[in-house]
Each structure stands twice: as structure tokens, then as C-alpha cells.
């Protein structure tokens, strides 16, 4: 499994907006039916050159790509920044394949030419599972209340 911390630029001020782990499709594949929903395939990510690396040179990133398109992954936004929001606000948010029209310019990138040079990789050995992706639909995850009894196994850490 991998975990990837994701910041909004790859700047030196930039913001820690979320995380994604990215596992493997023979795990991926080791999970319940109802959890798959909540990961995504990353072969069109990578493979439509909306998935890149930031100054990374790009024989590493052929390298690191070529092993990306194979995995599943699980997204978390924490914060929001479009919305202009100084600090996070609001619920966490389950992400899924995101991509901004503007990425291009602002990155220096040609989905076009990433695309053609990509056009070999290939993806999970079985497939995308028919139930990654959200299962082709939207999921939002909820707030709700609930009462809380406290434990007395359980340590509790003060600060």
C-alpha cells in the first residue's frame, strides 16, 4: 500500500488538502463489494495525462506511472481550496478522478502528448472492477449524530 499526502501546488507554501492510499488490484480485489465503491481505478488518470508529477524528470515518472496505472485508489479531501477557504472547513470529502481545465497552463503539461506517450500502459490485470469508481455514481458521505458511551478499556490522551 501507498500513501500519498496531496497538497494544492507543488510550491513550497503549498497546502496539505487531503490523502490517497493506493493499493494493488490483487488487494483491491480482496475487498468487500460494498467498499469497492469508495476507490478508483487510476488507468484513465494515467493513461489520459491528467495524472502527472510536477518536475518530476520524466523517465521517473514513466517509471512510477507505469506501476500507478495498476492500483486503486481511495481519496479524502480535507480542505477545499477553491472554495477560498483559509483553513479546512467543512466535512470531509470522498474524492474521485479530478481535473481542472486550467491544469495545463498552469503546470506547463500537454494532456494531448502525455496521452500518446502513455498509450501503452496497461492497467489491472483483470480489468477496472466493475464496482471501483463509485460503481459509475456519486457518493457523499453524511453527518450524523450519534451517542457515544464512553470505555473504560480505552486510554484516553490529554494534551
Same mark, same amino acid.
Given at each position: ?13 503549498? #497546502? ?9 488490484? $490483487? ?8 467498499? #469497492? ?28 506511472? !507505469? ?6 485508489? #481511495? ?7 477553491? %472554495?477560498?477557504? $483559509? ?13 481542472? !481545465? ?14 500518446? #506517450? ?14 471501483? $469508481?463509485?460503481?459509475? %455514481?456519486?457518493?457523499?458521505? %453524511?453527518?450524523?449524530?450519534? !451517542?457515544? %458511551?464512553?470505555? !473504560? ?7
Amino acid at each position: 500500500m501507498r500513501q500519498c499526502l496531496i497538497y494544492d501546488t507543488p510550491e513550497a507554501d503549498a #497546502k496539505l488538502i487531503g490523502l490517497e492510499y493506493m493499493i494493488s488490484e $490483487n488487494l483491491f480485489l480482496t475487498l468487500p463489494d460494498e467498499e #469497492k465503491p469508495l476507490w478508483h481505478s487510476h488507468l484513465y488518470e494515467v493513461k489520459s495525462g491528467v495524472l502527472f508529477m510536477p518536475r518530476v524528470p520524466g523517465p521517473i515518472e514513466r517509471h512510477g506511472l !507505469d506501476k500507478v496505472c495498476k492500483t486503486y485508489g #481511495k481519496t479524502i479531501h480535507f480542505w477545499q481550496v477553491d %472554495k477560498g477557504d $483559509n483553513l479546512p472547513l467543512g466535512l470531509p470529502q470522498l474524492m474521485m478522478a479530478l481535473t481542472r !481545465d486550467e491544469v495545463e497552463k498552469r503546470f506547463g503539461v500537454s494532456f494531448e502528448k502525455e496521452r500518446a #506517450k502513455r498509450a501503452e500502459l496497461t492497467g489491472p490485470t483483470h480489468g477496472i472492477h466493475p464496482l471501483a $469508481n463509485g460503481g459509475g %455514481k456519486g457518493l457523499i458521505p %453524511k453527518l450524523r449524530e450519534v !451517542d457515544c %458511551k464512553p470505555a !473504560d478499556s480505552v486510554p484516553r490522551v490529554f494534551v
